[in-house]
């Protein structure tokens, strides 16, 4: 008896033991990523050194007293220092590569390989990522305290078709460091560069095979999935839906039209395009299943039940990882393959675990892998939709039917995602609920098996092409018409602030978790009560400002700024919009606008029609109620608005007065004037202590008339400070001496693009302005600006000071960008 008591306590003692180190591994795994996370929310990276020694401390001098901590402080410790100590090493790695400053803009050879499918560009140019096996011409000091860029993002300009001359290539280059709008909110082209490795951007002024080139495993790789993608344009060219089979085949998102991405983003299913965690999870479940049910078949005399799981869990794995890398072997794709990775591996030990420890471990081996993932939108989506799943349905004592968890996993992944959408800049729109619904079970059972089913087909048996193509074609056509016809209904926008929209995503998953009747009779009510309130045509006004204060953005090659007071807002411009690539209103002002709280633009002054000043216009006018338009060219804006659009346009002249805080003064030149000499030119006086002076594009010949106009009309007006948004982005047919030496400016803001080719701001222009003391800035180099007057003195705020290490950092593109 005693000696079964012994055993018996040996065994829980075993068990409990066997718990605890699971609880202390899966709480090391969560604190490391929390490390990695983190480090990414630092605006100076630690130097390699501090890293090491607070590593080395927090292993070996805690030691000693763990026993004095509670029981899960050591474990966190350890699991978030190294998880930042393991980010930040791969940061530095990154950080270290740079462009020397001597290279910028110069013609460079280099010799490397194609690791990406080239696509169709702007301007008749293809786009693609070329990693370097070597740099030609490159002296010990250009490439002194820093390693030459290793993975390059270029543009081909002039060529017809998205082929190359070969997959090994020497290519004579034009190259700049990473560079991009630097905004509080809205994309940064900046951040998508670092987190893919391009470090540095260029165009190809000449190509040239090279067979020298040494071609080792991952560059027969990309040379392997690019001759996959030829064969799959060849093969289903004909077909009416050939962009859609690229992309859900092999993941080449490039044939994908604009009109493609519009109903995508129109009905929320950008994600049934990007090869992820649905689409392998689908052929992981077809895998497991085909490949359990034959060794059962065949062997249920001869193998084991373990046998039996390891063998499908190594087809299950095999399949994935040949559909990942036949689909490009992308981030989302690696990151999915990994999820279904461990995900099957508990199926395969078939372990009674939390539901939860499995995220957080396939958490802590997306990080450990690619610790640049959280810079990644989609790492917070697709880990963000997989927690509310699990959320919902893992502590769920009963089953629920197919129909009925469909739409109680949309339903919660609808609410639960929203937030996050919300804090990337993203809308959550309300056709998605609808499109998801039928979009999701329709390509996970019916797309995918045809058209994988297909491909291999159409590659065994040639032949049956034409059937392939006709089966694929009925399957795409069903999704595609319904989702055109979803996105072309009028669905409401749902508007809320952020503690509403949060308290909606709670109470949805409460609903959908609280196995109370009442309960959830009550929360659907209220869900369903705020929707209906939240979709009603919205009259809120903006969100009043403490201190009146002058923003200017940073479009690029362009101009927009903004004045609020209280809660009025004027917008100058709306910055350059090229059709199909690239809109600084949807981009830059909306997301901006947005996160400011603003819902209503008073004053849309266009200064005139030029695309680098009225780009995206109606877009802006979409998203923003406007009270009126002032343009130079009243005519020329009128043609650029859609059919529609209940918007008065007015000439520029008068005066007003704006929040109780602003004189605002409009001037045109009066005469046949269009274009740069049409615009309209604004001045803002706060009091005696500032005026800033909005002159868009006017030159040397016009700036005379402004000048004798405002003595006219404010003979004694002198301001403390004044502020100058240099006319036509500092070019040299503008500021004249005569107009930087009357005006005498304080502060010159030059609104130009980084290393444009216009070449703004010219020296010249420069010059003049820096001969009579003023203070210059220029958006390309420090980013959007906020301006507001303090004691009297403008205090101005460089959105580069407030930067992530990744842009701000030393030896990067702005703190080495000089106003000429």
Same mark, same amino acid.
């Given at each position: 008896?005693?000696?079964?008591?012994?055993?018996?306590?040996?065994?829980?003692?075993s068990s409990?033991?066997?718990?605890?180190?699971?609880?202390?591994?899966?709480l090391?795994?969560?604190?490391?990523s929390?490390?990695?996370?983190l480090?990414?929310?630092?605006?100076?990276?630690p130097a390699?050194?501090?890293?090491?020694?607070?590593t080395?401390?927090a292993?070996?001098?805690?030691?000693?007293?763990?026993?004095?901590?509670?029981?899960a402080c050591?474990?966190l410790?350890?699991?978030?220092?190294?998880?930042?100590?393991?980010?930040?090493l791969?940061?530095?790695?990154?950080?270290?590569q740079r462009?020397?400053?001597?290279?910028e803009?110069?013609?460079a050879?280099v010799?490397?390989?194609?690791?990406?499918?080239?696509a169709?560009?702007?301007?008749?140019?293809?786009?693609?990522?070329?990693?370097?096996?070597?740099?030609?011409?490159?002296?010990?000091?250009q490439?002194?305290?820093?390693?030459l860029?290793?993975?390059?993002?270029?543009?081909?300009?002039?060529?017809?078709?998205?082929?190359?001359?070969?997959?090994?290539?020497?290519?004579e280059?034009v190259?700049?460091?990473?560079?991009?709008?630097?905004?509080?909110?809205?994309?940064?082209?900046?951040?998508?560069?670092?987190?893919?490795?391009?470090?540095?951007?260029?165009?190809?002024?000449?190509?040239?095979s090279?067979p020298?080139?040494?071609?080792?495993?991952?560059?027969?790789?990309?040379?392997f999935?690019?001759q996959?993608?030829?064969?799959?344009?060849?093969?289903?060219?004909?077909?009416?839906?050939?962009?859609l089979i690229?992309?859900?085949?092999?993941?080449?998102r490039?044939?994908?039209?604009?009109?493609?991405?519009?109903?995508?983003?129109?009905?929320?299913?950008?994600?049934?395009?990007?090869?992820?965690g649905?689409?392998?999870?689908?052929?992981?479940?077809?895998?497991?299943?085909?490949?359990?049910?034959?060794?059962?078949?065949?062997?249920?005399?001869?193998?084991?039940?373990?046998?039996?799981?390891?063998?499908?869990?190594?087809?299950?794995?095999?399949?994935?990882?040949?559909?990942?890398l036949?689909?490009?072997?992308?981030?989302?794709?690696?990151?999915?393959?990994?999820m279904?990775?461990?995900?099957?591996?508990v199926?395969?030990?078939?372990?009674?675990e939390?539901a939860?420890?499995?995220?957080v471990?396939?958490?802590?081996?997306?990080?450990?892998?690619?610790?640049?993932?959280?810079?990644?939108?989609?790492?917070?989506?697709?880990? !963000? @939709? *997989?927690?509310?799943? #699990?959320?919902v349905?893992?502590g769920?004592? +009963?089953?629920?039917?197919?129909?009925? %968890? $469909? &739409?109680?996993?949309? !339903? @919660? *992944?609808?609410?639960? #995602?929203w937030?996050?959408?919300?804090?990337? +800049?993203?809308?959550?729109?309300v056709? %998605? $609920? &609808?499109?998801?619904?039928? @979009?999701?079970?329709?390509?996970?059972?019916?797309?995918?098996?045809?058209?994988v089913?297909?491909?291999?087909?159409?590659? $065994?048996?040639?032949?049956?092409?034409d059937?392939?193509?006709?089966?694929?074609?009925?399957?795409?056509?069903?999704?595609?018409?319904?989702?055109?016809?979803?996105?072309?209904?009028?669905?409401?926008?749902?508007?809320?602030?952020?503690?509403?929209?949060?308290?909606?995503?709670?109470?949805?998953?409460?609903?959908?978790?609280?196995?109370?009747?009442?309960?959830?009779a009550?929360?659907?009510?209220?869900?369903?009560?705020?929707a209906a309130?939240?979709?009603?045509?919205?009259?809120?006004?903006?969100?009043?400002v403490?201190?009146?204060?002058?923003?200017?953005?940073?479009?690029g090659?362009?101009?927009?700024?903004?004045?609020?007071?209280?809660?009025?807002?004027?917008?100058?411009?709306t910055?350059?919009?090229?059709?199909?690539?690239?809109s600084?209103?949807?981009?830059?002002?909306?997301?901006?606008?947005?996160?400011l709280g603003?819902?209503?633009?008073?004053?849309?002054v266009?200064?005139?029609?030029d695309?680098?000043?009225?780009g995206g216009?109606?877009?802006?006018?979409?998203?923003?109620?406007?009270?009126?338009?002032?343009?130079?060219?009243?005519?020329a804006v009128?043609?650029?608005?859609?059919?529609?659009?209940?918007?008065?346009?007015?000439?520029?002249?008068g005066?007003?007065?704006?929040?109780?805080?602003?004189?605002?003064?409009?001037?045109?030149?009066?005469?046949?004037?269009?274009?740069?000499?049409?615009?309209?030119?604004?001045?803002?006086?706060?009091?005696?202590?500032?005026?800033?002076?909005?002159?868009?594009?006017?030159?040397?010949?016009?700036?005379?008339?402004?000048?004798?106009?405002?003595?006219?009309?404010t003979?004694?007006?002198?301001?403390?400070?004044?502020?100058?948004?240099?006319?036509?982005?500092?070019?040299?047919?503008?500021?004249?001496?005569?107009?930087?030496?009357?005006?005498?400016?304080s502060?010159?803001?030059?609104?130009?693009?980084?290393?444009?080719?216009?070449?703004?701001?010219?020296?010249?222009?420069?010059?003049r302005y820096?001969?009579v003391?003023?203070?210059?800035?220029?958006?390309a180099c420090?980013?959007?600006?906020?301006?507001?007057?303090?004691?009297?003195?403008?205090?101005?705020?460089?959105?580069?000071?407030k930067?992530?290490?990744?842009?701000?950092?030393?030896?990067?593109?702005?703190?080495?960008?000089?106003?000429?």
């Amino acid at each position: 008896m005693k000696l079964r008591r012994q055993g018996c306590r040996r065994r829980i003692n075993s068990s409990g033991g066997h718990g605890l180190s699971g609880r202390s591994t899966v709480l090391s795994v969560f604190a490391f990523s929390c490390g990695v996370i983190l480090l990414y929310r630092l605006a100076v990276l630690p130097a390699q050194v501090w890293l090491c020694l607070a590593t080395v401390a927090a292993i070996f001098l805690l030691f000693p007293v763990r026993r004095m901590l509670p029981e899960a402080c050591w474990p966190l410790i350890i699991g978030f220092t190294l998880g930042a100590f393991w980010a930040a090493l791969w940061a530095h790695e990154r950080l270290d590569q740079r462009l020397p400053d001597g290279l910028e803009g110069e013609k460079a050879n280099v010799s490397g390989y194609v690791c990406s499918l080239p696509a169709a560009g702007s301007f008749n140019s293809i786009r693609f990522s070329f990693c370097v096996t070597r740099w030609y011409g490159v002296s010990l000091t250009q490439q002194a305290n820093s390693s030459l860029p290793k993975t390059l993002r270029l543009a081909w300009y002039g060529l017809s078709e998205t082929r190359l001359p070969d997959h090994r290539l020497r290519l004579e280059v034009v190259l700049k460091k990473p560079h991009g709008a630097l905004n509080p909110a809205g994309f940064r082209y900046e951040d998508w560069l670092f987190r893919k490795g391009y470090r540095a951007t260029g165009s190809v002024r000449s190509a040239a095979s090279d067979p020298s080139v040494s071609c080792a495993l991952e560059c027969q790789y990309h040379r392997f999935h690019m001759q996959l993608a030829d064969w799959v344009d060849e093969q289903f060219v004909k077909s009416s839906y050939h962009p859609l089979i690229a992309s859900l085949l092999i993941g080449n998102r490039g044939h994908l039209s604009s009109e493609h991405w519009d109903v995508l983003k129109a009905t929320g299913t950008i994600h049934l395009v990007a090869i992820s965690g649905l689409h392998l999870g689908l052929v992981a479940l077809g895998a497991g299943l085909i490949a359990r049910r034959f060794l059962l078949v065949i062997s249920s005399y001869r193998l084991s039940e373990r046998f039996v799981r390891l063998a499908a869990f190594g087809v299950v794995l095999s399949c994935c990882l040949l559909y990942a890398l036949a689909a490009g072997f992308t981030v989302p794709t690696r990151r999915a393959l990994i999820m279904v990775a461990v995900g099957s591996w508990v199926l395969l030990k078939a372990r009674h675990e939390p539901a939860w420890h499995s995220l957080v471990i396939a958490l802590g081996l997306v990080l450990l892998l690619d610790p640049f993932a959280p810079l990644d939108q989609g790492f917070w989506l697709s880990f !963000g @939709a *997989v927690s509310v799943l #699990l959320c919902v349905f893992a502590g769920r004592l +009963g089953g629920t039917g197919w129909l009925t %968890g $469909l &739409l109680l996993a949309q !339903g @919660a *992944v609808f609410a639960g #995602l929203w937030p996050l959408l919300e804090l990337v +800049g993203q809308g959550q729109p309300v056709a %998605g $609920l &609808l499109a998801n619904i039928f @979009a999701i079970p329709w390509v996970s059972l019916v797309v995918m098996p045809v058209l994988v089913v297909s491909g291999i087909l159409v590659a $065994l048996f040639p032949p049956a092409l034409d059937l392939a193509i006709a089966l694929m074609d009925a399957v795409l056509g069903i999704i595609w018409g319904f989702l055109g016809w979803v996105a072309h209904m009028k669905w409401p926008d749902l508007n809320g602030n952020t503690i509403e929209i949060g308290g909606f995503a709670v109470l949805v998953l409460l609903i959908a978790t609280v196995p109370i009747r009442a309960f959830q009779a009550v929360g659907l009510v209220v869900v369903l009560s705020w929707a209906a309130a939240a979709g009603l045509p919205s009259d809120a006004g903006n969100s009043r400002v403490a201190e009146p204060e002058v923003r200017v953005w940073d479009v690029g090659q362009g101009l927009s700024a903004m004045l609020r007071a209280g809660d009025e807002v004027l917008l100058y411009d709306t910055g350059p919009e090229v059709k199909g690539v690239f809109s600084a209103a949807e981009s830059v002002l909306i997301p901006n606008l947005k996160a400011l709280g603003v819902n209503r633009i008073d004053t849309l002054v266009i200064s005139h029609a030029d695309s680098d000043h009225s780009g995206g216009l109606n877009r802006v006018l979409e998203a923003f109620e406007v009270g009126r338009i002032v343009t130079g060219e009243p005519a020329a804006v009128r043609e650029k608005l859609e059919q529609g659009a209940a918007v008065s346009v007015h000439g520029c002249a008068g005066k007003s007065l704006f929040g109780n805080e602003f004189s605002l003064f409009y001037w045109q030149a009066t005469g046949d004037f269009k274009g740069n000499d049409a615009s309209c030119v604004l001045s803002a006086r706060q009091g005696q202590a500032a005026e800033w002076l909005f002159s868009g594009d006017i030159s040397s010949r016009i700036e005379p008339l402004y000048l004798e106009a405002a003595e006219a009309d404010t003979p004694d007006f002198k301001p403390r400070e004044r502020i100058i948004l240099a006319p036509h982005h500092g070019s040299k047919t503008s500021s004249s001496e005569v107009w930087v030496n009357e005006l005498n400016p304080s502060l010159v803001i030059y609104t130009a693009g980084y290393r444009h080719r216009y070449g703004h701001p010219h020296k010249d222009v420069t010059a003049r302005y820096r001969s009579v003391g003023a203070r210059a800035l220029n958006t390309a180099c420090s980013g959007s600006l906020i301006m507001k007057v303090a004691d009297g003195i403008v205090e101005t705020t460089e959105a580069r000071h407030k930067a992530p290490f990744w842009i701000s950092g030393r030896g990067l593109a702005r703190d080495r960008c000089k106003i000429p």
